[in-house]
């Protein structure tokens, strides 16, 4: 059964998680493509929306966006996903993987595209908050 390493990355604040996804968990995932957006109950994080942006097989081969398929293509490159070209022009036939996800995909990269709406509330209390605390604690001292 397929096994995957799943990273969610959130934009917002730069940070990311990983989440392993084993037997019955991990097959909602199969078949899903590159750019999909997907709910994110699937990996554990309810009520959020999450996009599908890359990932890399059990050899380490990189998924490009526009190889179509599940298989490994041997393509020619001239930047991007799996090739950075030292020239202008410069050119190269490369291994990668296609867009599609299947069992022989180990690592799957996703962004946080939407998150709950509460969350976004409470972190707004939370940082009025804070300026409040900020403010309350400073001193308010006369120089003489």
């Known amino acids: 059964m397929a096994k995957f ?3 969610v990355s959130d934009p917002e604040n730069g940070k990311s ?3 392993e996804l084993e037997e019955t968990r991990a097959v909602p995932l199969i078949g899903r493509k590159i750019g999909e957006i997907i709910d ?3 990996v554990g994080l309810p009520a959020h929306k999450l996009q599908i942006t890359g990932g890399s097989d059990k050899d ?3 998924m ?3 190889v179509h398929g599940g298989v490994r293509r041997r393509v020619i490159l001239g930047g991007g996903v799996g090739f950075n070209p030292r020239g202008k022009g410069e050119r ?3 291994t990668v993987r296609g867009n ?3 069992d022989e995909i180990v690592q799957i990269n996703m962004k946080i595209v939407e998150k709950p709406k509460q969350a976004k509330m409470a972190k707004e209390k939370k940082k009025k908050e804070e300026k409040e605390e900020e403010i309350s ?3 308010t001292e006369k120089p003489d």
Do not use: W
């Open 5 to 7: 390493k799943v990273i």
């Open 17 to 19: 998680k990983m989440v």
């Open 40 to 42: 994110g109950s699937v």
């Open 60 to 62: 380490g081969f990189p």
């Open 64 to 66: 490009r966006p526009n």
């Open 92 to 94: 190269k036939r490369k």
């Open 100 to 102: 599609v996800i299947t």
């Open 137 to 139: 604690e400073k001193p």
